[in-house]
């Protein structure tokens, strides 16, 4: 293949598979082509719509970056915004919907933007992201050339294996299930695991912001390897007033060096 668009094109014919996590979740390439996406999910339970839109949206601001890149680059999230609309996402069964849209690119980095909808149409939430423009060498040429997809139809939630360390931390695994095409976890996975707990401190400092929409920004500064290890996230609480309440968060990959930093905001009036 001579470009990454074509390679995406493939992809969205059934001629190539998914990376793992997309397979995972089910994931969905509709229509691609030079600075656009457009993506989807198979129908998911309720309760992983959250962390499946923060997936989606990852994979789809990246593909989107992607479509103008040569087959000798590849591009590495730096950093991730998150903007929920109106409440949570749906409380229901619902497949997700996404539009990715390249807005910037030079020889360094990338910036994109996504838009994720339920299956009604319903805005879920804006996404943007910024990332690296690299040159595709050594361990993950071969990596992304024997990427596999994940079983269709499998449970991100199970994979994850998140669980609670109290009300400021989230334990999870960095299983292979949810890895991306060069055996990493991808970053809207490590994005729904700082999210957890960013939200449990912030309800439990102010049980009466469960359910309003949060805004998430989110810094990647390590890369987390898709081995099965254990992860974890920990928040502090910066502010919680009555109606408005903000925390950081960092997660930490099996040998406790930082990978992610995170803040979130949350707003009900």
Same mark, same amino acid.
């Given at each position: 293949?001579?470009?990454?668009?074509?390679?995406?094109?493939?992809?969205?014919?059934?001629? +190539?598979?998914?990376?793992?996590?997309?397979?995972?979740?089910? =994931?969905?390439?509709?229509?691609?082509?030079?600075?656009?996406?457009?993506?989807?999910?198979?129908?998911?339970?309720?309760?992983?719509?959250?962390?499946?839109?923060? /997936?989606?949206?990852?994979? +789809? #601001?990246?593909?989107?970056?992607? %479509?103008? !890149?040569? @087959? *000798?680059?590849?591009?590495? %999230?730096?950093?991730? &915004?998150?903007?929920?609309?109106?409440?949570?996402?749906?409380?229901?069964?619902?497949?997700?919907?996404?539009?990715?849209?390249?807005?910037?690119?030079?020889?360094?980095?990338? #910036? $994109?933007?996504?838009?994720?909808?339920?299956?009604?149409?319903?805005?879920?939430? %804006?996404? +943007?992201? &910024?990332? =690296?423009?690299?040159?595709?060498?050594? *361990? &993950?040429?071969?990596?992304?050339?024997?990427?596999?997809?994940? =079983?269709?139809?499998?449970?991100?939630?199970?994979?994850?294996?998140?669980?609670? !360390?109290?009300?400021?931390?989230?334990?999870?695994?960095?299983?292979?299930?949810?890895?991306?095409?060069?055996?990493?976890?991808?970053?809207?996975?490590?994005?729904?695991?700082?999210?957890?707990? !960013? *939200?449990?401190?912030?309800? @439990?400092?102010?049980?009466?912001?469960?359910? =309003?929409?949060?805004?998430?920004?989110?810094?990647? /500064? &390590?890369?987390?390897?898709?081995?099965?290890?254990?992860?974890?996230?920990? @928040?502090?609480?910066?502010?919680?007033?009555?109606?408005?309440? +903000?925390?950081?968060?960092?997660?930490?990959?099996?040998?406790?060096?930082?990978?992610?930093?995170? $803040?979130?905001?949350?707003?009900?009036?």
């Amino acid at each position: 293949m001579t470009s990454q668009l074509e390679r995406l094109r493939a992809l969205a014919q059934g001629d +190539t598979p998914f990376a793992p996590v997309g397979g995972t979740f089910g =994931a969905q390439l509709h229509e691609v082509e030079r600075g656009r996406v457009a993506t989807g999910t198979a129908v998911l339970r309720p309760a992983a719509n959250f962390a499946a839109a923060l /997936v989606l949206a990852d994979m +789809t #601001l990246s593909m989107a970056a992607a %479509t103008v !890149l040569s @087959a *000798e680059q590849q591009i590495h %999230t730096l950093t991730m &915004r998150a903007h929920w609309a109106g409440g949570t996402v749906p409380a229901a069964p619902t497949a997700l919907a996404g539009t990715g849209r390249l807005v910037h690119i030079d020889a360094d980095n990338a #910036l $994109s933007t996504c838009e994720v909808h339920a299956d009604d149409g319903e805005l879920v939430g %804006t996404f +943007t992201c &910024r990332c =690296a423009v690299l040159p595709l060498v050594g *361990e &993950r040429r071969r990596g992304a050339a024997g990427a596999a997809g994940g =079983a269709a139809g499998g449970d991100m939630l199970d994979a994850m294996a998140l669980a609670d !360390l109290g009300p400021d931390g989230v334990r999870a695994v960095a299983a292979p299930a949810l890895s991306n095409s060069v055996g990493l976890v991808q970053g809207g996975v490590l994005a729904a695991i700082v999210a957890a707990a !960013l *939200e449990s401190a912030i309800v @439990a400092a102010r049980p009466r912001l469960a359910g =309003a929409p949060p805004d998430l920004d989110l810094t990647y /500064v &390590r890369a987390v390897p898709a081995d099965g290890t254990t992860i974890t996230a920990h @928040a502090e609480v910066l502010h919680a007033g009555s109606r408005f309440a +903000t925390a950081r968060a960092e997660l930490r990959d099996a040998a406790g060096r930082p990978a992610v930093f995170a $803040s979130s905001a949350r707003w009900a009036g």
